[in-house]
Antibody, heavy 119, light 107 residues
């Protein structure tokens, strides 16, 4: 069974930095696309970023480009999202998602971690 | 960037009724379209990918159709457990945008 466990969400001040982690189990992590998707409670889903299996194909939403960096450590079965220059509008639950081997559908989702950006 | 427009934003239907949700892409995305269900307080779940392929374990009352720019999700016989918000997503090209969502309730 696929398990995705996010961590790292906290209250951070505007302009601050934060790193989210997602530990994966139940599948061969190193062969799948991975995603970050966020959701303001009560609002819609917003795709943030994705990374392919070996980390050489990465994309970002325009709203986070230049501020967020996605990465992965296949030896540790862990996905990361390094967030900097945080803004109030980055406040959301951040979900880690498993894509396909060659398809960027999000087949499995973690439970999410809440990031709050506020002074 | 590809914009995804869903309609309606909300609807209510009777148990056993037929529900249709539409999703329009601003550019041709072929069949690179997925539908997700998010029940209240729960994590999203993929229902359909490649516009019309049912994910394993999803009830057959769900179906998807379309190609290019216009897509449809149909629930043939609405059940109480289908109360949820439904999202379409382009996965043809980044950014992999979601539609705004359609909230489905029971009348």
């Amino acid at each position: 069974e696929v398990h995705l466990v996010e961590s790292g969400g906290i209250l951070v001040q505007p302009g601050g930095s934060l790193r989210l982690s997602c530990v994966a189990s139940g599948f061969t992590f190193s062969t799948y696309w991975m995603h970050w998707v966020r959701q303001v409670p009560g609002k819609g889903l917003v795709w943030v970023s994705c990374i392919n299996s070996d980390g050489n194909n990465i994309s970002y939403a325009d709203s986070v480009k230049g501020r967020f960096t996605i990465s992965r450590d296949n030896a540790k079965n862990t996905l990361y999202l390094q967030m900097s220059g945080l803004r109030a509008e980055d406040t959301a639950v951040y979900y880690c998602g498993r894509g396909g081997r060659s398809v960027r559908v999000t087949y499995d989702w973690g439970q999410g971690t809440l990031v709050t950006v506020s002074s | 960037d590809i914009q995804m427009t869903q309609s309606p934003s909300s609807l209510s239907a009777s148990v056993g009724g037929r529900v249709t949700i539409t999703c329009r892409a601003s550019h041709d995305i072929s069949n690179y379209l997925a539908w997700y269900q998010q029940r209240p307080g729960k994590v999203p779940k993929v229902l359909i990918y490649a516009a019309s392929t049912l994910q394993s374990g999803v009830p057959s009352r769900f179906s998807g159709s379309g190609s290019g720019t216009d897509f449809t999700l149909t629930i043939s016989s609405l059940q109480p457990e289908d109360v949820a918000t439904y999202y379409c997503q382009n996965y043809h090209s980044a950014p992999l945008t979601f539609g705004g969502g359609t909230k489905v309730e029971i009348k």
